[in-house]
């Protein structure tokens, strides 16, 4: 079955960083998709960015691109997200997904609403 858990959240100050990683086990298809979503309170989820194991093609939600960099290791099974520039309104609990197959469209809600799994999520809190 299927498995993701997440680490590497905590406490930083603002403008401080981080690097979130989510291992994967489980995995029964050559071709899927790795995305990293969070929640804030009185927040709906956000996809954060996502990345496919194939090509690599990315995707980055307009609120942290150039501040977060989403990568992976195939021969691991795991993906990462350095989180750059933080602010207070990067806190949340991050969750990292998975999609098997290809996703021709990288920000499309429905997709991984529909076919996504997903670990039980990473705190992150920007505070001084």
């Known amino acids: 079955q299927l498995q993701l858990v997440e680490s590497g959240g905590g406490l930083v100050q603002p403008g401080g960083s981080l690097r979130l990683s989510c291992a994967i086990s489980g995995l029964g298809s050559n071709y899927y998709t790795m995305g990293w979503f969070r929640q804030a309170p009185g927040k709906e989820r956000e996809e954060v960015s996502a990345i496919r194991n194939s090509d690599g093609s990315t995707y980055y939600a307009d609120s942290v691109k150039g501040r977060f960099t989403i990568t992976r290791d195939n021969a691991k099974n795991m993906v990462h997200l350095q989180l750059n520039s933080l602010n207070s309104e990067d806190t949340a609990v991050y969750y990292c997904?998975?999609?098997?197959?290809?996703?021709?469209?990288?920000?499309?809600?429905?997709?991984?609403?529909?076919?996504?799994?997903w670990g039980q999520g990473t705190q992150v809190t920007v505070s001084s």
């Open positions: 997904a998975v999609v098997p197959g290809v996703m021709r469209t990288l920000s499309d809600p429905g997709l991984w609403t529909s076919f996504g799994s």
